[in-house]
């Protein structure tokens, strides 16, 4: 009789320590299911997020200027020289431009970790209109490709010297930091970092400062 209780006992604990085994062994699977499928889904929403910032930033301006070009040839003549000059409007389309196809990254799914290694730099573009008036020349110094190369070479000098001056380029860096604040606010919803030059980038105010123009 004491035996036969014995058993039962055993049988019961037996049966209890087998279920809690099964209910252990049960979760410890299911979560890391889970766990797994929640990275698997961050990751797909990053690089999704990514792909959408992947694009052609461009900003426009306009500048305007006008310059005289001179020219003087001169003779085995004291005081007699062959001259040639021209005014010049310049009419110039400038594009300030980021291939943010070229945005490369790390995904660390483990530490929740969004890292940017390299940010496109700008490719600032020059389109000019060159206008001339009051030409003038000689026959011994015409005006020829070779002067109007120069007088181009001239403008796009001028013009990128407007565009220092000006606010196109902080108005394309502006833009710029906008297309990076997304993955910024993205990361940040998700409970992830995003990491820029060895550094956590906490808000706008950072990637501003990192980004150089």
């Known amino acids: 009789m004491a035996y036969t209780s014995k058993l039962a006992e055993f049988r019961k604990w037996f049966t209890i320590l087998l279920l809690a085994l099964v209910l252990f062994f049960g979760y410890q699977y299911f979560s890391k299911k889970d766990n797994s499928s929640t990275i698997e889904y961050d990751t797909a929403l990053i690089q999704s997020q990514i792909k959408n910032v992947a694009k052609l930033v461009v900003t ?3 500048f305007s200027e006008v310059l005289t070009y001179k020219d003087q040839r001169k003779t085995y003549i004291p005081g007699l020289t062959f001259d040639k000059k021209a005014l010049v409007v310049v009419n110039a389309e400038v594009t300030v431009a980021f291939d943010m196809s070229q945005l490369t990254y790390d995904i660390d799914a483990e530490n929740k970790t969004l890292t940017l290694t390299n940010i496109p730099e700008e ?11 009051d030409v003038e020349s000689s026959r011994f110094n015409e005006f020829t490709g070779s002067d109007y190369n120069k007088v181009a070479k001239i403008a796009k000098a001028n013009i990128a ?8 380029k902080s108005n394309a860096k502006n833009r710029l930091i906008s297309e990076l604040s997304k993955l910024l606010i993205v990361t940040k919803s998700m409970g992830w970092k995003l990491e820029y ?11 501003t400062q990192k980004v150089k123009l």
């Open 60 to 62: 426009e301006g306009h």
């Open 123 to 133: 490719e600032i573009k020059i389109y000019p209109e060159l206008k001339y008036y």
């Open 161 to 168: 010297k407007k565009i220092e001056k000006s606010t196109l």
């Open 197 to 207: 030059q060895g550094k956590i980038v906490e808000n706008e105010s950072d990637l």
